[in-house]
């Protein structure tokens, strides 16, 4: 799959989130930010990141202390949590589209009486295709609406389920199953005596998914990206997203600080 080119730019949430900063300053925001889109992820070294916008290290340094707490650092990678968000969301919205307007076309050329296609049609829920493969939606919603018509009723979601991507993408799992966000609370909790929130998993989840599910490691079946990650989140350590020490002094915990980051780039 090639790489998504581009991604939105808020121009209220960048105004907010820029307002103090200088022009200069602004100007090697902008080039982190689309680093970290092409690349998906900054390298946690200064030289490097000054080299990356063409600035001496000197130069750089005095303008990371500006910018630097507008990244968070996870395995010696930065990320701008505005932009993770951003760019999951024109993900989530490009496949949502291309799902709808598949099953607009295959629904037209359905034979059957127009009282089949309205039924067809109040089955259909986009959100049961989502993680396909563009390349095999099409083949997977023909499948679906034979099952229908067949059936006289829904599909059998052996339809789907079988149409798993085994080299998948971020965009492919959304949310994290409860279930799966309680085991790492446990595993944190029996394995480093430290009590984690299911807000702080979500946040290991989203850093997980950008560096691993990149269309390129192969996984038999989703259980074994959900094992993964649970094995992953063993070599992580939870302070790196601010929990209990806030660079900004707050005292608030990682989920307020990241949920603030959010907003505003």
């Given at each position: 799959?090639?790489?998504?080119?581009?991604?939105?730019?808020?121009?209220?949430?960048?105004?907010?989130?820029?307002?103090?900063?200088?022009?200069?300053?602004?100007?090697?925001?902008?080039?982190?930010?689309?680093?970290?889109?092409?690349?998906?992820?900054?390298?946690?070294?200064?030289?490097?990141?000054?080299?990356?916008?063409?600035?001496?290290?000197?130069?750089?340094?005095?303008?990371?202390?500006?910018?630097?707490?507008?990244?968070?650092?996870?395995?010696?990678?930065?990320?701008?949590?505005?932009?993770?968000?951003?760019?999951?969301?024109?993900?989530?919205?490009?496949?949502?589209?291309a799902i709808i307007g598949t099953f607009g076309v295959l629904s037209k050329s359905l034979v059957c009486s127009p009282e089949d296609k309205q039924?067809?049609?109040?089955?259909?829920?986009?959100?049961?295709?989502?993680?396909?493969?563009?390349?095999?939606?099409?083949?997977?919603?023909?499948?679906?609406?034979?099952?229908?018509?067949?059936?006289?009723?829904?599909?059998?979601?052996?339809?789907?389920?079988?149409?798993?991507?085994?080299?998948?993408?971020?965009?492919?799992?959304?949310?994290?199953?409860?279930?799966?966000?309680?085991?790492?609370?446990?595993?944190?909790?029996?394995?480093?005596?430290?009590?984690?929130?299911?807000?702080?998993?979500?946040?290991?989840?989203?850093?997980?998914?950008?560096?691993?599910?990149?269309?390129?490691?192969?996984?038999?079946?989703?259980?074994?990206?959900?094992?993964?990650?649970?094995?992953?989140?063993?070599?992580?350590?939870?302070?790196?997203?601010?929990?209990?020490?806030?660079?900004?002094?707050?005292?608030?915990?990682?989920?307020?600080?990241?949920?603030?980051?959010?907003?505003?780039?």
């Amino acid at each position: 799959m090639a790489k998504d080119p581009a991604f939105l730019l808020y121009s209220k949430d960048w105004l907010q989130g820029t307002a103090k900063l200088f022009p200069a300053e602004k100007g090697v925001f902008i080039d982190l930010l689309a680093h970290q889109h092409q690349d998906g992820f900054l390298p946690a070294n200064k030289k490097r990141l000054a080299k990356m916008v063409g600035l001496s290290e000197a130069e750089f340094n005095e303008i990371w202390e500006i910018l630097k707490d507008k990244f968070f650092e996870e395995n010696g990678n930065l990320y701008n949590e505005k932009l993770i968000s951003v760019m999951t969301d024109r993900g989530d919205h490009g496949e949502m589209r291309a799902i709808i307007g598949t099953f607009g076309v295959l629904s037209k050329s359905l034979v059957c009486s127009p009282e089949d296609k309205q039924r067809i049609s109040s089955l259909f829920n986009y959100e049961r295709f989502l993680g396909i493969e563009r390349a095999k939606l099409s083949k997977t919603i023909s499948k679906w609406l034979s099952k229908c018509l067949a059936n006289d009723g829904d599909a059998n979601e052996d339809v789907i389920e079988d149409e798993f991507n085994n080299k998948p993408f971020a965009k492919d799992f959304k949310e994290l199953p409860e279930i799966k966000n309680g085991s790492v609370v446990e595993l944190f909790k029996i394995t480093k005596q430290t009590d984690i929130t299911p807000e702080q998993v979500n946040g290991l989840w989203n850093v997980f998914k950008i560096q691993n599910l990149n269309g390129k490691k192969y996984y038999p079946d989703e259980d074994a990206v959900y094992s993964h990650f649970i094995n992953w989140s063993k070599l992580q350590k939870i302070e790196k997203y601010g929990t209990g020490n806030s660079k900004s002094g707050s005292g608030n915990n990682a989920s307020t600080a990241r949920g603030a980051a959010n907003r505003d780039y």
